[in-house]
């Protein structure tokens, strides 16, 4: 099975990923900008749900016309990073119900150590979204999506700002059935495991820390 990778050229969200990058750009404009572009993403990301015929009645006559159908819809952000896309994500899908995973990498290691998770609880009959603006040793993405499939989620993709060609070999190798939604797939990985060029450290961006 060969990785899917979809990756977003559509203009707006180019436009919006060059400031998220720019390291001018200050933690306010750089929050709006990661919801605007998530909300675009997340247009192309429910391009194929399944829909229903019903009919209903318009002020005018009866008519046919279509519904959402098929899986409930489930977003989990991987924090902190992660909550940056998910106000973008519920704009256009409020009734996506909403888990979490904590999960921080260890500047040392690499990788990743589990702190929090809260899932719906029929995880397991929902079609889930993993948000994350990074995808850079994949270290990350491959935890979440195990953690998922351990509960019994079989129908998971992975939303994300920036990706690196090592994240999603990662990915592949250990979930070559999830789908990856990208707006960019940048050059590499630098010595501490940052995407080059990328835009920096995403939680650090978004809540003003370091
Ligand atoms: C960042 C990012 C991803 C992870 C990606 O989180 O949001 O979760 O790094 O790196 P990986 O692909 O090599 O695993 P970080 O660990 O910095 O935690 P934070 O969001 O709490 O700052
Ligand atoms: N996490 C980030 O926030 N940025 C990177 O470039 C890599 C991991």
């Given at each position: 099975?060969?990785?899917?990778?979809f990756?977003?050229?559509?203009?707006?969200i180019?436009?919006k990923?060059?400031f998220?990058?720019?390291?001018?750009?200050?933690?306010k404009e750089?929050r709006?900008?990661?919801e605007?572009?998530?909300m675009l993403m997340?247009?192309?990301v429910?391009?194929?749900?399944?829909m229903?015929?019903v009919?209903i009645?318009t002020?005018?006559?009866?008519?046919?016309?279509?519904?959402?159908?098929?899986?409930?819809l489930g977003?989990?952000p991987i924090?902190?990073?992660?909550?940056g896309m998910?106000?973008?994500?519920?704009?256009?899908i409020?009734?996506?119900k909403?888990?979490?995973?904590g999960?921080?990498?260890?500047?040392?290691?690499?990788?990743?150590v589990?702190y929090?998770c809260k899932?719906?609880?029929?995880?397991?009959?929902?079609?889930l979204?993993?948000?994350?603006?990074?995808?850079a040793?994949?270290?990350?993405a491959k935890?979440?999506?195990?953690f998922l499939?351990e509960?019994?989620?079989?129908?998971?993709?992975l939303?994300c700002?920036?990706?690196?060609p090592e994240?999603?070999?990662?990915?592949y190798?250990a979930?070559?059935?999830?789908?990856?939604?990208?707006?960019?797939?940048d050059e590499k990985?630098?010595s501490?495991a940052?995407?080059?060029p990328g835009l920096g450290d995403?939680g650090?961006r978004l809540?003003?820390?370091r």
């Amino acid at each position: 099975m060969e990785q899917k990778v979809f990756v977003f050229d559509h203009p707006l969200i180019q436009h919006k990923l060059t400031f998220i990058r720019d390291k001018n750009t200050g933690a306010k404009e750089f929050r709006e900008l990661v919801e605007e572009v998530s909300m675009l993403m997340a247009y192309e990301v429910t391009r194929n749900l399944p829909m229903e015929e019903v009919e209903i009645e318009t002020p005018i006559s009866k008519a046919k016309a279509h519904v959402i159908t098929g899986k409930k819809l489930g977003i989990v952000p991987i924090l902190r990073a992660g909550l940056g896309m998910v106000n973008g994500m519920l704009k256009l899908i409020p009734t996506a119900k909403v888990g979490h995973i904590g999960l921080y990498r260890d500047p040392e290691t690499l990788q990743p150590v589990e702190y929090y998770c809260k899932l719906p609880s029929d995880v397991h009959e929902r079609e889930l979204i993993i948000l994350d603006p990074m995808l850079a040793t994949g270290g990350s993405a491959k935890a979440a999506i195990t953690f998922l499939k351990e509960r019994g989620a079989n129908n998971i993709k992975l939303m994300c700002l920036i990706a690196a060609p090592e994240g999603i070999e990662t990915v592949y190798k250990a979930h070559p059935d999830v789908e990856i939604y990208t707006a960019a797939v940048d050059e590499k990985l630098n010595s501490h495991a940052y995407i080059v060029p990328g835009l920096g450290d995403a939680g650090d961006r978004l809540f003003g820390t370091r």
